[in-house]
């Protein structure tokens, strides 16, 4: 090989590789552990998962406009409630759903506020019964 061919060769090479390098991406560090000792930690969303990766705990910033929000899901995965704030809208409050996912109460910046009668009570008093446990009643 002559050197002026090594001149045309030897730097379309290193252009190659520096292209393929680039277009491969660099990954991202993934961490693997049992336990986690923190002061602070910073990201922008929170996953809990379990093994089968069904979501019970998500945590993170609501898209359009909204601020944070946190949903909470049993263990089947169904949302159970939900703490923030709704997508357009600046306002925080508390969802509750049903067993099956379906929003059934909210509290908002004013009183509790019921989206199904199922739930509302029957007599005059429009404040939210708590029911009575023995532990409670001692």
Excluded at 86 to 92: K, S, T, V, W
Excluded at 115 to 134: E, F, H, L
Aim: glycine share 10%; hydrophobic share 35%.
């Amino acid at each position: 090989m002559t050197s002026r061919e090594r001149w045309t060769v030897y730097p379309l090479l290193l252009l190659a590789i520096g292209l393929a390098v680039r277009a491969a991406g660099i990954a991202e560090p993934e961490l693997v552990t049992d336990s986690l000792n923190a002061a602070q930690i910073r990201c922008r969303e929170l996953l809990v998962e379990t093994e089968d990766g069904t979501v019970l705990i998500h945590m993170g910033r609501v898209v359009n406009g909204g601020g944070g929000r946190i949903e909470i899901k049993d263990a089947s995965g169904t949302d159970t409630i939900a703490i923030g704030t709704r997508p357009g809208d600046r306002e925080g409050r508390i969802d509750y759903f049903d067993t099956d996912g379906q929003p059934a109460a909210e509290s908002g910046d004013t009183a509790l506020r019921r989206n199904t009668s199922k739930y509302a009570r029957r007599d005059s008093n429009p404040q939210p019964s708590v029911p009575k446990t023995d532990a409670l009643s001692n």
